[in-house]
């Protein structure tokens, strides 16, 4: 077991500095990769093993890739698992009892179950479009925040297919409704032509808009794109 913090032989805190991995993936139903947090050298703490020493980048990567699989897919933590293996296993009857007639009352009986499997799987079908509705109407990234929490407290009725699908919208959602909202605010902090910095508030407006634009979409990118247009001639001679 190792008491100490490894690090490359020879290395000091600032060889650190600024050295950090950002890992980012493709989700199942989207077509854009999402990214996680950079992870910074510096940052990690626990290092009990001498291939931080030895293999410095692996252990990083490995790290980074495990922080965004716990973040974005935690149901399939660094592997990729079928429904079978997800889901628990009915075991099988090696030797089954023969099979007896059913009476009146059991017929019925199995009828009452089996309405009443339908409208749970109607009640599952109505909350997740509940769900679907408040993911695209999230103005807030608390809105945000508490559909995901919302979501994660009924992963047991949904289901992995539809807990999957959901929380990976709400989690877009929410880096969209982040996104719109740090554009939207260096827009309406640009000083009118001819203040001030107004052409270098102008400037970081642009910049932002390009950073945003992978979480925002086309649409709502074109959107500010033609106000940052219109707006150019005054600011940019």
């Given amino acids: 077991k190792y008491t100490v913090t490894e690090r490359v032989r020879g290395w000091t805190d600032e060889d650190e500095i600024g050295l950090f991995v950002q890992v980012g993936a493709i989700l199942r139903g989207e077509s854009e990769i999402t990214w996680g947090e950079p992870l910074y050298l510096s940052g990690v703490v626990t290092r009990n093993s001498p291939l931080w020493v030895s293999n410095p980048k692996q252990q990083i990567a490995y790290l980074g890739v495990k922080y965004w699989a716990r973040l974005y897919c935690p149901e399939v933590i660094l592997g ?33 179950t089996t309405t009443s499997a339908q409208e749970s799987a109607t009640n599952v079908d109505a909350v997740a479009d509940d769900l679907r509705e408040r993911i695209d109407t999230a103005s807030s990234v608390d809105q945000a925040k508490a559909i995901r929490a919302d979501i994660e407290s009924q992963k047991a009725l949904l289901g992995t297919a539809l807990f999957t699908e959901l929380k990976n919208k709400a989690v877009k959602r929410y880096y969209q409704v982040d996104a719109q909202n740090k554009v939207e605010a260096v827009i309406n902090s640009i000083p009118n032509s001819g203040e001030p910095e107004a052409a270098e508030m102008f400037a970081k407006a642009e910049s932002t808009l390009s950073a945003a634009k992978r979480h925002l979409g086309d649409e709502l990118h074109d959107k500010y794109r033609i106000t940052l247009d219109d707006m150019k001639p005054e600011y940019i001679g």
């Fill in 80 to 112: 990729v698992y079928s429904p079978d293996e997800v889901e628990q296993r009915e075991e099988r009857e090696i030797n089954p009892v023969p099979v007896q007639r059913m009476s009146v009352q059991e017929i019925t009986s199995e009828v009452s």
